[in-house]
């Protein structure tokens, strides 16, 4: 997948969760374990969101490239997050995007609550 199509899919989901009520804090937070796409407050707790874009199923849909070793990375990049920031979440949650673009058509896959 290249950038311009990662960043294009990241906008995307941020506008359709701007839709649904969340509010957008972060875009691209990095840390030494990776890089959080949208780090965003809904019902005053903070969602740490995943998005996957992709072309095609050919390797599979966009969320199977959520791995095991992908979460455990998204997890301690939360963490470093939260230590960086004053406010209190009463909850925390994970939720994962995922875009798939066939034909000109876009079609969104919302995981509330993926891992």
């Not at 804090?25 to 969101?49: A, P, Q, S």
């Not at 050919?58 to 939360?78: D, H, M, W």
Request: glycine share 6%.
């Amino acid at each position: 997948m290249n950038r311009e199509l990662g960043l294009w899919g990241e906008e995307l989901a941020a506008q359709y969760l701007r839709k649904k009520g969340y509010k957008i804090l972060e875009r691209n937070f990095h840390t030494r374990y990776g890089e959080l796409d949208l780090v965003c407050e809904k019902d005053d707790n903070i969602v740490f969101v995943e998005v996957k874009t992709r072309r095609s199923t050919r390797f599979g849909s966009p969320e199977e490239a959520v791995t095991p070793r992908k979460i455990g990375n998204l997890k301690k990049a939360a963490i470093l997050y939260l230590k960086s920031t004053p406010r209190f979440f009463p909850e925390i949650s994970f939720d994962v995007v995922s875009i798939l673009v066939e034909d000109g058509k876009s079609k969104i896959n919302h995981i509330i609550n993926a891992f």
